[in-house]
């Protein structure tokens, strides 16, 4: 079992920034993937970016050039830089751990974006 804590999330004006993180219960170094995705009120969990053991990323086309995700294999941590936020970038981001069989979740940080 792994445990997957967020934090980092709050209520922030439009064009401002927030810093989320996720640590890990265990190493991640040979986690192949871990990302962040975010699900609106009424919405379905949407992905936001991924990266890779390799440090590969990819990001959903509408946080492109905003937002930065990032890794720590020593600190177990990955991290979500977002920048010149916006009221549609509101709403609960989860961390993703992409294990061999089965995916794990954190349980959230609310992100909320004041126009």
């Known amino acids: 079992q792994v445990q997957l804590v967020e934090s980092g999330g709050g209520l922030v004006q439009a064009g401002g920034s927030l810093r989320l993180s996720c640590v890990a219960s265990?190493?991640?170094?040979?986690?192949?993937?871990m990302g962040w995705y975010r699900q609106a009120p009424g919405k379905q969990r949407d992905l936001v970016a991924t990266i890779t053991s390799g440090g590969s990323t990819t990001y959903v086309g509408s946080v492109k050039g905003r937002f930065t995700i990032s890794r720590d294999n020593a600190k177990n941590t990955i991290y979500l830089q977002m920048n010149s936020l916006q009221p549609e970038d509101t709403a609960v981001y989860y961390c993703?751990?992409?294990?061999?069989?089965?995916?794990?979740w954190g349980q959230g940080t609310q992100v909320t974006v004041s126009s």
């Open positions: 265990r190493n991640i170094l040979t986690i192949s993937t």
């Open positions: 993703l751990l992409r294990g061999s069989l089965i995916d794990y």
